[in-house]
């Protein structure tokens, strides 16, 4: 398994900026997807944004115009840039490799720290 170390996060006020990283241990942004999930204490982890390996991307409609995924191969790197953040974005945010299939999305390995956003004024 790959180890992934999420950072980034913080407290921000509604309307402020945040950009989150997630340091792989190895250089796997070219055979991977990779995606940002996150999770309220008490709820389910739910996927944020993701990206593929060949660039392509996907939001849940909760982040669409507002949130960034994006990867930096050289630095093993995939981050998430926040704006326009709301209230209700507060969670830990986690990163994870993905499977993809015409069917699934499917998460490889196990789930790191995390990093807490808190948005409140």
């Known amino acids: 398994q790959v180890q992934l170390v999420e950072s980034g996060g913080g407290l921000v006020q509604p309307g402020g900026s945040l950009r989150l990283s997630c340091v792989t241990s190895?250089?796997?942004?070219?055979?991977?997807?990779m995606g940002w999930y996150r999770q309220v204490p008490g709820k389910e982890r739910e996927s944020v944004a993701r990206i593929t390996s060949s660039g392509a991307t996907n939001y849940a409609d909760s982040a669409k115009g507002r949130f960034t995924i994006s990867v930096d191969n050289a630095k093993n790197t995939v981050y998430l840039q926040m704006n326009s953040l709301k209230p209700e974005d507060t969670a830990v945010y986690y990163c994870?490799?993905?499977?993809?299939?015409?069917?699934?999305?499917?998460?490889?390995?196990?789930w790191g720290q995390g990093t807490l956003v808190t948005v409140s004024s």
């Open positions: 994870n490799r993905l499977r993809i299939t015409t069917t699934s999305v499917e998460t490889l390995d196990a």
């Open positions: 190895g250089s796997i942004f070219r055979f991977n997807a």
